[in-house]
């Protein structure tokens, strides 16, 4: 199908949503709409950004859709959480600006693919919080221990709004792209269809090694051997589901 082919179908969403009302959390609806679509050449490759609106947390999220996607199975998936100061100024105290870049790439390179941008700064805490936490951490805190300490769960993000997004553009199932299987359990909770997980991990640095090795330890993110080997249980978890591998 040709980039304009895709356009026009991905504007019909737009027509679709336009006069779509919200029926409020109050009456527990969780409405997402698309309100506009662009295209949007990048470094890594052509991509259509797709904006969505919500009742939820009135935020403003995106998803980059490479290629054909509506109404298609095992689409690869990347849910990045927003993170200024790693996406933006480049911080080596996380390897988010690692992770987005890799994903962007990975996509820029397949037939079809979504990177959907979420605006949960700081693991769902914001960016005051979030530098109030790296302030503890600069006292000896980990990065868990630090949220703790702030009165917030070790993760406070929330996937309902991206699983109404997935499903916005006729997403039949997804390969997502993680390191966190928390993702996939509320993914699935939500109602996605998640057909495998694709590891995403990206080699430490000095000043991240511990945030990621207290991931890993704390919060049971499943990363690569520090030899750069491929994480082992992903290969058991795709052949325990009985999923093919993402076309590309």
């Given at each position: 199908?040709?980039?304009?082919?895709?356009?026009?179908?991905?504007?019909?969403?737009?027509?679709?949503?336009?006069?779509?009302?919200?029926?409020?959390?109050?009456?527990?609806?969780?409405?997402?709409?698309?309100?506009?679509?662009?295209?949007?050449?990048?470094?890594?490759?052509?991509?259509?950004?797709?904006?969505?609106?919500?009742?939820?947390?009135?935020?403003?999220?995106?998803?980059?859709?490479?290629?054909?996607?509506?109404?298609?199975?095992?689409?690869?998936?990347?849910?990045?959480?927003?993170?200024?100061?790693?996406?933006?100024?480049?911080?080596?105290?996380?390897?988010?600006r690692d992770q987005l870049d890799a994903a962007l790439k990975t996509l820029g390179q397949m037939d079809r693919g979504i990177l959907l941008y979420l605006r949960q700064e700081g693991r769902g805490i914001g960016l005051?919080?979030?530098?109030?936490?790296?302030?503890?951490?600069?006292?000896?805190?980990?990065?868990?221990?630090?949220?703790?300490?702030?009165?917030?769960?070790?993760?406070?993000?929330?996937?309902?709004?991206?699983?109404?997004?997935?499903?916005?553009?006729?997403?039949?199932?997804?390969?997502l792209m993680t390191n966190n299987p928390r993702k996939l359990q509320q993914l699935e909770h939500y109602g996605v269809r998640v057909a495998g997980r694709i590891p995403h991990a990206q080699p430490p640095n000095a000043h991240n090694r511990f945030y990621l090795e207290t991931k890993a330890a704390r919060s049971g993110h499943l990363l690569f051997s520090d030899e750069g080997g491929v994480d082992e249980s992903a290969k058991r978890e795709t052949e325990s589901r009985g999923a093919s591998s993402p076309s590309e």
């Open positions: 199908m040709s980039t304009a082919q895709e356009v026009k179908r991905l504007d019909d969403l737009v027509a679709r949503d336009r006069d779509y009302a919200y029926a409020g959390i109050e009456a527990g609806k969780l409405c997402v709409r698309i309100v506009a679509v662009a295209d949007l050449p990048t470094r890594s490759g052509d991509f259509h950004v797709v904006a969505f609106a919500n009742n939820l947390d009135e935020k403003e999220h995106i998803a980059l859709v490479r290629g054909d996607v509506l109404g298609q199975s095992d689409v690869p998936v990347r849910m990045h959480s927003e993170c200024l100061t790693g996406d933006a100024i480049g911080s080596l105290r996380c390897d988010c005051l919080n979030k530098i109030r936490a790296y302030q503890l951490q600069d006292q000896g805190l980990d990065t868990v221990d630090a949220n703790l300490a702030l009165g917030f769960h070790d993760d406070e993000r929330d996937y309902a709004v991206a699983a109404r997004m997935l499903a916005s553009l006729e997403v039949e199932s997804i390969w």
